[in-house]
Structure formats: C-alpha cells, structure tokens
Nanobody, 122 residues
C-alpha cells in the first residue's frame, strides 16, 4: 500500500513557476514509476509526466515538454514537478500517482493522491 500526498499548488501569474511535491509513504517507493496527471474544470484527467523507479527515464506530454521537469528523491520518498513558464491553460488540479509500468495511461496507475490546485492567471 502506498499513500500519496501532494503539496505546492497555488495561484501564480502567467510566466511564473511552481514546484509541486508528492510525498509517499511505504518502504517500496523506489520500486514504483511515478506520474503526474491533471484535470481542468469540465475536462478529463490527462497525463502530464512520468518518471521511472530509478529516475533515469522520464516522459512528458507534448503540452508541457520543455517547460515542466519531473524528478524524484528516493531517499526522501518524494517526487517533484517543476513547472516553469506557466500558462493559463495549465490551470488544473494536479495529481500524483504510483504504478508499476512507465505509461501515460491513468488506469495503469495503482495509487493516487488527493490532488493540489494550480491556478495560473493571465
């Protein structure tokens, strides 16, 4: 069992930056692929980024490539999402998730956090 708690969301102006954190419980964190997803009002939840268990493999949605960076610290059981050059269309609830495979498909992830709101003003 893995419990995930996101933090770091908030209100930021367009062009600004935020860093999201996701703290995980459990001793097996370093065996999981970790992903970030987001859901904007009235839209389906979508993939943002994923990172393999060792941190050497990453994958990004085209919409955030070059602006967002996913990383992890297995010693701290934490995964991060550094978001730069934020746009109003990045406004959403951001969720972290843990799974066994490197995938963009949300149904492949086994554990989810409660989400953190990110709002980007124009």
């Amino acid at each position: 069992q893995v419990q995930l708690v996101e933090s770091g969301g908030g209100l930021v102006q367009a062009g600004g930056s935020l860093r999201l954190s996701c703290a995980a419980s459990g001793r097996t964190f370093n065996t999981y692929t970790m992903g970030w997803f987001r859901q904007a009002p009235g839209k389906e939840r979508e993939f943002v980024a994923a990172i393999g268990w060792s941190g050497s493999s990453t994958n990004y949605a085209d919409s955030v490539k070059g602006r967002f960076t996913i990383s992890r610290n297995n010693a701290k059981n934490t995964v991060y999402l550094q978001m730069n050059s934020l746009k109003p269309e990045d406004t959403a609830v951001y969720y972290c998730a843990a799974g066994r495979v490197m995938t963009m498909i949300q149904y492949e992830y086994d554990y989810w956090g409660q989400g953190t709101q990110v709002t980007v003003s124009s």
